[in-house]
């Protein structure tokens, strides 16, 4: 290209140059304003990129390697300083802040009242700042907070903490997902979201051997419960340091990938079909969003299960002490709790993965909680029931496998920047909304059966999987609204999801393909939406 079509490129559509191999091919693509970052850095390289699988893995590994260390620790972190109002309140919170009636069930949901009214903030934040150094902030924030709350005597003090502990924690699930759809195909996405939110049980089980350690230390000038808050704290504030020197902005800006590495990072998102990074605010995605019957999909599906986890969350360790044991053992059975989490979490992603289908993972998720439920229910808490009850409660922990799941759903059916961001939000107020009722749905008065909040429990997961067969009927009328699309306007009406495909089926799809037509792709990096892109393919 000489110095003239360089001028002139900026006033160009995008273009596709074919090479010697048509098998390989490569975009040209030309800064237009409005586009995806990702536009604008293949637009100004002079190279004509064919990821092959050898560098597909070493980027993959690379941003495995870099990236998800900080995000494990990150959200390991969270919920250890979430969960602390729970371990507090086996060491005595509740007799020394003098909390009575649903005084703890508010301390359990205003967390999540701030979380719901921060999201639209939040969802604006992620497009117009930089991601990484975003994080690094919000952490260092509740790190500080709940530091602070080992002054709190109170429940008024301990209210207005918790309130902006939500506040800064808020950030950080919308955070991932939008950095797991910034850097991974989506065939990798399901395994990272996985991943991450499996912190959940490592919390449970590293979380409650600290509780337990701390819990035994004697001082007179602190109680138990404050060390916890204090330790917790600090800790958080230290780690901020290290996401701030190394979570990555994003593919574009990354300083531990070179420029070739940065193009080939972006190249191999292409049939992802959802961007990657861009900082323009666009209202008309807003209101697509909002529209969008699939946006309100997600939101009924992280509600029905966010309202057994707020309540489960903040009375587990209570439920446990309500079957006869100490507070310390009860401490210390929260850890098989936590192994099955893992389990739950990682084995549906694996299945999802698998399956290349996330409908029928979060049926099966949601059998066991139900079995667990009735248990609870049925059995008399009594000393002999102790096992029985306790493998009911254990079964009712594989409900956190099922979040991971919604969230790549999601995720993986949104494009277009301020699109997913808005979307993100709506999906995290539903989770919010249904994290503030949970707590409330179980009362220190009921104990020990605390039969209204496992009944609804029971009936939510029952719904769950009723709204689950509802989303994936929608998900396939638009797969063939878009095929009919396609076809008026000349393409094929059967195009392959290659974002979806494994390194072997890459292969074989490249072999069986070669020659083909690569112009259902250039709309990759346009900053479109989902609906408007023909091309897109929702999974389901």
Known sequence: MDSKQEGESAERKPTIEAIEDPSKFVFQVAHVAGKDRAAELLGNTAERIAVSEADNRRILRRIDFTLLPIMLGVYFLQQLDKSTLSYASVFGLITDAHLVGQDYSWLGSIVYIAQLVAQPIIAYFLVKLPTGKFAASMVLSWGIVLSCMAVTKNFKGLLATRFFLGCFEASVAPTFVAITQMWW?????????????????????????????????????????????????????????????????????????????????????????????????????????????????????????????????????????????????????????????????????????????????????????????????????????????????????????????IFSWSSQNTA????????????????????????????TAEAPRYKRGLVSSLVLFIILIILVVLTTLHLIYLNNRHAACRTALGKSAVIVDRSMMNAQERAISDEAEEGRDPSGSDKAFDDITDLKNEDFIFVY
Request: charged share 15%; with cysteine; hydrophobic share 45%.
């Open 185 to 405: 195909r989506r065939s990798e996405q399901t395994y990272r979201n996985a991943a991450w939110y499996s912190m959940n049980g490592i919390t449970n089980m590293v979380g409650s051997l600290l509780a337990y350690g701390l819990g035994h230390i004697n001082s007179g000038e602190l109680h138990s419960y404050q060390i916890i808050f204090l330790a917790c704290g600090l800790l958080t504030v230290v780690f901020s340091i290290l996401v701030f020197l190394f979570m990555a902005d994003s593919p574009v800006d990354a300083k531990f990938l070179n420029d070739h590495d940065k193009v080939l990072a972006v190249e191999r998102l292409r049939d992802n079909q959802m961007g990657v990074v861009s900082t323009e605010w666009k209202w008309d995605h807003v209101v697509e969003s909002l529209l969008d019957i699939k946006t309100w999909c997600w939101f009924a599906l992280i509600f029905s299960i966010s309202i057994p986890s707020g309540g489960i969350t903040t009375f587990g360790p209570l439920i446990v002490n309500s079957f006869g044991f100490n507070k310390f053992s009860t401490i210390l059975l929260n850890i098989p709790f936590g192994a099955v989490q893992i389990v739950a979490t990682m084995g549906g992603a694996a299945f999802a993965t698998w399956t290349k289908r996330k409908g029928p993972a979060l049926a099966l998720l949601c059998i066991p909680p139900i079995a667990g439920c009735v248990m609870l229910l049925v059995l008399e808490h009594t000393k002999s029931n102790r096992g029985p009850l306790l493998v009911g409660y254990y079964l009712i922990s594989f409900y956190p496998g099922i979040s991971p799941l």
């Open 416 to 443: 277009g920047e301020t699109k997913k961001k808005t979307t993100t939000a709506v999906l995290f107020i539903g989770a919010s909304a249904g994290n503030i009722i949970g707590p409330h749905l179980y009362t």
